[in-house]
Antibody
Framework: QVQLQESGPGLVKPSETLSLTCIVT??????????WTWIRQPPGKGLEYLGN???????NDNPSLKSRVTMSVDLSKNQFSLKLSSVTAADTAVYFC???????????????WGRGTLVTVSS | DIQMTQSPSTLSASVGDRVIITCRAS??????LAWYQQKPGRAPKLLIY???RLESGVPSRFSGRGSGTEFTLTISSLQPDDFATYYC??????????FGGGTKVEI
């Protein structure tokens, strides 16, 4: 059974770097069939796509984050990670990791999600 | 960015009602659209992909239609478990993938 679980600090100070890891079980992140994705949701608001990473290390990220995002993958631990630098209160959100699959010639369907982890940016 | 606009933002309905949610894209996305259901405190759940393909395990009362810029999600007979927020998401363009603002279906 495919499962994803986010882990990382729940509180980050302004201007510091937010770091999260997504531990994947039930499927190998080195599968060439899937991308591995980060999405966030500010409290009471909608969903924002942060970016994804392929097992090879190639990434797509959201230009609106102005290059603050760094993603990596650890094949030996079957996990992938997110770093978001120079955080402000506007980065307070529930952060989700998800599996992104490809079907019918396009990728982007998010079929398995972690439960999400709330990260608060505050001094 | 491709902007996704959902309507209505809130919908009041009763068990057994037929419910239709609309999603419009700011430019053509062909059929590269997904629908998700999210309940409070939970992760979104994939319902529909490629505009009209039902995800495995999703009840057949959910259906999707559309192509280009206009899409709909229909719940044929609303059940108590369906009260939730629904999001559309385009995956025609990675720069970036974008979601609609959500439609809350409430009693």
């Amino acid at each position: 059974q495919v499962q994803l679980q986010e882990s990382g600090p729940g509180l980050v100070k302004p201007s510091e770097t937010l770091s999260l890891t997504c531990i994947v079980t039930g499927v190998s992140v080195s599968s060439g069939t899937y991308y591995w994705t980060w999405i966030r949701q500010p409290p009471g608001k909608g969903l924002e796509y942060l970016g994804n990473i392929f097992y090879s290390g190639s990434t797509n990220d959201n230009p609106s984050l102005k290059s603050r995002v760094t993603m990596s993958v650890d094949l030996s631990k079957n996990q992938f990670s997110l770093k978001l630098s120079s955080v402000t209160a506007a980065d307070t959100a529930v952060y989700f990791c998800a599996r992104e699959r490809c079907s019918g010639g396009a990728c982007g369907q998010l079929d398995y999600w972690g439960r999400g982890t709330l990260v608060t940016v505050s001094s | 960015d491709i902007q996704m606009t959902q309507s209505p933002s809130t919908l009041s309905a009763s068990v057994g009602d037929r419910v239709i949610i609309t999603c419009r894209a700011s430019q053509s996305i062909s059929r590269w659209l997904a629908w998700y259901q999210q309940k409070p405190g939970r992760a979104p759940k994939l319902l529909i992909y490629e505009a009209s393909r039902l995800e495995s395990g999703v009840p057949s009362r959910f259906s999707g239609r559309g192509s280009g810029t206009e899409f709909t999600l229909t719940i044929s007979s609303l059940q108590p478990d369906d009260f939730a927020t629904y999001y559309c998401q385009q995956y025609n363009s990675y720069n970036p993938l974008t979601f609609g603002g959500g439609t809350k279906v409430e009693i």
